[in-house]
């Protein structure tokens, strides 16, 4: 009995086995975004075989946007500037003034600008400290800056500025605009007045200096 069954699956195995060909897997077919002869030559390449291939997509017809990406042009969120022209003087709508945008916007900003600009917006990073810069690194928190509208920062980093390049390819818009959020952070940072603390700030602040004073070294001179 045994020994039946152990024939019978290797006739059934020798019948299974001779019904495998290669040729599905020789057979001509598209490949997405490979050669092939498949369709019309937009733009014939010759390939190692001396063949002329065509794409293997079918061509987009011109102008063609992805689904969900058709953007304005002209979209201040994209431009940094409103219908006239004008740089923005607030951020968009497409973006909300959160913790979280400004948190995206510190670390974007330590990432691309930094090593430049300095982590505080002062001009002395390390670069520039180094002094390989054909010109001096501006600070981004000094005095003339204060009044430049937010598209100001959000231009020049995308788009660049003078002998800077842009950051247009390396960050989204929306990024880009978080950058230019954390650029005024850094602004207050290095700007703020007392009276723009919450009193229990305030509060702080005059216990830090209090515990100041009180660490001065003693005055042995006098004591004596
Ligand atoms: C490789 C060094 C370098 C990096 C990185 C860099 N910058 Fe600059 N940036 C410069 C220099 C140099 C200038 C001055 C260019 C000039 O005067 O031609 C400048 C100018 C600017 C200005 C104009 C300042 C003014 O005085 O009006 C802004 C705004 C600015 N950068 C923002 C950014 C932002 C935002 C980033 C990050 C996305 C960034 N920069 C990254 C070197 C850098």
Not at 76 to 95: A, E, H, M, R, Y
Not at 124 to 143: C, D, F, T, Y
Request: proline share 6%; with cysteine.
């Amino acid at each position: 009995m045994k020994r039946y069954a152990l024939g019978g699956l290797l006739a059934l195995s020798l019948l299974v086995l001779t019904g495998c060909r290669t040729d599905m897997w020789v057979q001509q077919k598209v490949k997405a975004q490979a050669n092939s002869e498949f369709y019309a030559l937009t733009d014939p390449v010759k390939g190692f075989d001396g063949k002329i291939y065509g794409d293997g997509s079918r061509p987009m017809p011109e102008n063609t946007i992805a689904r969900g990406k058709l953007q304005d042009p002209n979209d201040p969120f994209i431009t940094g500037k409103d219908s006239q022209g004008n740089l923005l003087t607030k951020l968009p709508p497409q973006v909300k003034l959160t913790r979280e945008f400004l948190n995206k916007g510190q670390e974007k900003y330590n990432i691309f600008c930094a090593q430049c600009h300095g982590r505080a917006g002062d001009g002395k990073g390390m670069i520039a400290l180094r002094g390989q810069w054909p010109r001096p690194v501006p600070s981004l928190v000094r005095e003339q800056l204060l009044t430049q509208p937010i598209g100001y920062f959000f231009s020049s980093g995308k788009y660049g500025f003078g002998i800077m390049y842009g950051y247009g390819s390396r960050m989204t818009d929306e990024e880009l605009w978080a950058v230019a959020a954390y650029v005024r952070v850094l602004q207050l940072s290095q700007n703020a007045n007392l009276k723009d603390l919450a009193p229990e700030d305030i509060e702080k602040l005059a216990q830090a200096e209090q515990a100041k004073r009180e660490r001065q070294p003693r005055n042995l001179a006098q004591e004596n």
